[in-house]
T-cell receptor, first 113, second 114 residues
Framework: KQEVTQIPAALSVPEGENLVLNCSFT??????LQWFRQDPGKGLTSLLL?????REQTSGRLNASLDKSSGRSTLYIAASQPGDSATYLC????????????FGKGTSLLVTP | NAGVTQTPKFRILKIGQSMTLQCAQD?????MYWYRQDPGMGLKLIYY???????DKGEVPNGYNVSRSTTEDFPLRLELAAPSQTSVYFC?????????????FGPGTRLTVL
C-alpha cells in the first residue's frame, strides 16, 4: 500500500530555532510532493510543491527537499516564529495511484516566544 | 480570484437526514476533488471529477454522491447521514494532473451527525 508517514507527530521549539520536519513515502514513482500548512479549524494552504524531477524548492524561510531514491522529503523552517505554529501536512501524488493526493497525518508545530 | 469556496462552514445533521455541501472554484480548473479529514488521520479522497459531466469514485465513496454540471461547481451530496460521516470535508481543484500542478483547497465544511 502506498503510504505517507510524518515524523514527529508533534514538535515544540523556542522562537528563533531552525527546525526540520520529516516526510517519508513508500514508492519512488511520484509526480510531485506538496507541503501544506493547516491552522486550527482552517483549510489547507499550499506552501511548496516539488516536482519529481526536482531536488528542492525554496520560499522565504522555507526549504523543502526531495530524495526519491530514499523515499524522503524534509521541510526546513529557518528562524522559527510563533506565527509558524500550525500543523504541517505532507502529500504525495503517486504516478500510478489515480488522482488522489496521499496525505500524511501531519506534524503539529508549536513555536514558543 | 476567490479560489476554492465552500458552504456551509459548519453543519449539524440528525441521523438519516440529507444535505449537499457546496464547492465552487473560479480558476477555470478542470479537476476537482472532495476529501474528508477525520481527527488524527490523513485526508482521504471521496470523489473526483476530471471535467464537467465526468466524475469517479475515490478511496471512500460510500454514502456520498457528486455531480459536475459546470466547470465551476462540484457539490457533494450526503444521503441518509450516519455518525461515521462526522468529519471535516475539503474541496480542492487543480488545472490538470501533472508534476507541476498543485491542488488548491477550500476552507472546509465541519459536519457533525448526531
Amino acid at each position: 500500500k502506498q503510504e505517507v508517514t510524518q515524523i514527529p507527530a508533534a514538535l515544540s521549539v523556542p522562537e528563533g530555532e531552525n527546525l526540520v520536519l520529516n516526510c517519508s513515502f513508500t514508492d519512488s514513482a511520484i509526480y510531485n510532493l506538496q507541503w501544506f500548512r493547516q491552522d486550527p479549524g482552517k483549510g489547507l494552504t499550499s506552501l511548496l510543491l516539488i516536482q519529481s524531477s526536482q531536488r528542492e524548492q525554496t520560499s522565504g524561510r522555507l526549504n523543502a527537499s526531495l530524495d526519491k531514491s530514499s523515499g524522503r522529503s524534509t521541510l526546513y523552517i529557518a528562524a522559527s516564529q510563533p506565527g509558524d505554529s500550525a500543523t504541517y501536512l505532507c502529500a504525495v501524488k503517486y504516478s500510478n495511484s489515480g488522482y488522489a493526493l496521499n496525505f500524511g497525518k501531519g506534524t503539529s508545530l508549536l513555536v514558543t516566544p | 480570484n476567490a479560489g476554492v469556496t465552500q458552504t456551509p462552514k459548519f453543519r449539524i445533521l440528525k441521523i438519516g437526514q440529507s444535505m449537499t455541501l457546496q464547492c465552487a472554484q473560479d480558476m477555470n480548473h478542470n479537476y476537482m476533488y472532495w476529501y474528508r479529514q477525520d481527527p488524527g488521520m490523513g485526508l482521504k479522497l471521496i470523489y473526483y471529477s476530471v471535467g464537467a459531466g465526468i466524475t469517479d469514485k475515490g478511496e471512500v465513496p460510500n454514502g456520498y454522491n457528486v455531480s459536475r454540471s459546470t466547470t465551476e461547481d462540484f457539490p457533494l451530496r450526503l444521503e441518509l447521514a450516519a455518525p461515521s460521516q462526522t468529519s471535516v470535508y475539503f474541496c480542492a481543484s487543480s488545472y490538470e494532473v501533472s508534476s507541476y500542478n498543485e491542488q488548491f483547497f477550500g476552507p472546509g465544511t465541519r459536519l457533525t451527525v448526531l
